[in-house]
């Protein structure tokens, strides 16, 4: 078999390709990480602009958009567990199993991530206060 071998492209022994312009699927990954970090970055800048000229809190805009959104969710939740609970059963099986690469994964908060990408310490309590956490975060208990 011939493969690509142009000049500006980078071969990939797992995938046994070649990407152009050194592009790997691990640098892809990168690149997907940053474009969304920076997409957060504006957002959250917008978004306490917007509460500070309008003289609201963000921490308590964002709490009332929470419960919007999660009680449509557990209302449509609710109407598909009634219509086929055996499915629903399995899917909830799924979840609850342990993760199949045997990674831990005991802070969905991902406070760090959160800190690094403009995040305040009060809103990643706040996302912790919401419960999607079986273990508390340790950076949340440090001394202010």
């Given at each position: 078999?011939?493969?690509?071998?142009?000049?500006?492209?980078?071969?990939?022994?797992?995938?046994?390709?070649?990407?152009?312009?050194?592009?790997?699927?691990?640098?892809?990954?990168?690149?997907?990480?940053?474009?969304?970090?920076?997409?957060?970055?504006?957002?959250?800048?917008?978004?306490?602009?917007?509460?500070?000229?309008?003289?609201?809190?963000?921490?308590?805009?964002?709490?009332?958009?929470?419960?919007?959104?999660?009680?449509?969710?557990?209302?449509?939740?609710?109407?598909?567990?009634?219509?086929?609970?055996?499915?629903?059963?399995?899917?909830?099986?799924?979840?609850?199993?342990?993760?199949?690469?045997?990674?831990?994964?005991?802070?969905?908060?991902?406070?760090?991530l959160r800190l690094r990408s403009s995040f305040f310490l009060d809103e990643c309590e706040q996302v912790e206060r919401w419960g999607y956490n079986?273990?508390?975060?340790?950076?949340?208990?440090?001394?202010?």
């Amino acid at each position: 078999m011939v493969r690509d071998r142009r000049p500006g492209r980078e071969f990939n022994p797992e995938s046994g390709l070649y990407f152009p312009n050194a592009i790997t699927p691990h640098r892809s990954w990168v690149m997907i990480g940053r474009g969304v970090l920076h997409c957060v970055r504006q957002m959250r800048g917008l978004t306490r602009r917007l509460c500070d000229e309008l003289g609201l809190d963000p921490i308590l805009e964002r709490e009332r958009v929470h419960g919007r959104f999660f009680g449509r969710q557990r209302d449509v939740r609710v109407a598909y567990l009634e219509a086929d609970p055996a499915r629903a059963a399995a899917e909830i099986a799924i979840l609850e199993a342990p993760d199949p690469d045997g990674v831990p994964y005991e802070s969905r908060t991902e406070v760090e991530l959160r800190l690094r990408s403009s995040f305040f310490l009060d809103e990643c309590e706040q996302v912790e206060r919401w419960g999607y956490n079986p273990i508390r975060h340790e950076l949340l208990d440090r001394p202010r």
